[in-house]
T-cell receptor, first 112, second 117 residues
Framework: GENVEQHPSTLSVQEGDSAVIKCTYSDSASNYFPWYKQELGKRPQLIIDIRSNVGEKKDQRIAVTLNKTAKHFSLHITETQPEDSAVYFCAAGGGSQGNLIFGKGTKLSVKP | GAGVSQSPRYKVAKRGQDVALRCDPISGHVSLFWYQQALGQGPEFLTYFQNEAQLDKSGLPSDRFFAERPEGSVSTLKIQRTQQEDSAVYLC???????????????FGEGSRLTVL
């Protein structure tokens, strides 16, 4: 089955800096790669996703890149703000099993 | 309702007790997922339904865990003879189609926090 590795587990940046979180996946059949943000005590919420037919997608300050050959994808947040502080999860799915497998998460802290 | 609803939000059980957790997905959503989230960890896949069919239950940790979705809408996750290691937040999510094939977003509920004493 699918296995998703996520790094780093914690990330601390100064307000205004960029943050990058990286994930790798194992199932070459996976074709859907979402990123979720989870604030303390709340439900995970989708912030951006990418499908295997594109290499990059942007939405304002966030972007995701996908390298299918290397089986890795990354989340980029520019001009970070304190409200970006949360746990971010990557996931991979749409492959042979139809489910969605999550990474273990990255706790992002943005210091004012 | 407008979102995925889970109940109870909090459940305290004595070791050995049976518990049932309910999930009301967004109306019309075909796919329903259950995840287990331990403190400080990512959601761990438990099982997945497409309508009433349980297509994947490979993540259920033992035969004490059972999930059903008999009419293709509401789902129940049942844990028999609970043990301390079952303590976690159980998240339910739904999407309008099969994950990864044009469905886009999984919508999560607030979760059911289970504490086993």
């Amino acid at each position: 089955g699918e296995n998703v590795e996520q790094h780093p587990s914690t990330l601390s940046v100064q307000e205004g800096d960029s943050a990058v979180i990286k994930c790798t996946y194992s199932d070459s059949a996976s074709n859907y790669f979402p990123w979720y943000k989870q604030e303390l005590g709340k439900r995970p919420q989708l912030i951006i996703d990418i499908r295997s037919n594109v290499g990059e997608k942007k939405d304002q300050r966030i972007a995701v890149t996908l390298n299918k050959t290397a089986k890795h994808f990354s989340l980029h947040i520019t001009e970070t703000q304190p409200e970006d502080s949360a746990v971010y999860f990557c996931a991979a799915g749409g492959g042979s099993q139809g489910n969605l497998i999550f990474g273990k998460g990255t706790k992002l802290s943005v210091k004012p | 309702g407008a979102g995925v609803s889970q109940s109870p939000r909090y459940k305290v059980a004595k070791r050995g007790q049976d518990v049932a957790l309910r999930c009301d997905p967004i109306s019309g959503h075909v796919s329903l997922f259950w995840y287990q989230q331990a403190l400080g960890q990512g959601p761990e896949f438990l099982t997945y339904f497409q309508n009433e069919a349980q297509l994947d239950k490979s993540g259920l940790p033992s035969d004490r865990f059972f999930a059903e979705r008999p009419e293709g809408s509401v789902s129940t996750l049942k844990i028999q003879r609970t043990q301390q290691e079952d303590s976690a937040v159980y998240l339910c999510a739904s999407s309008w189609g099969r994950a990864g094939l044009g469905t886009g977003e999984l919508f999560f509920g607030e979760g059911s926090r289970l504490t086993v004493l």
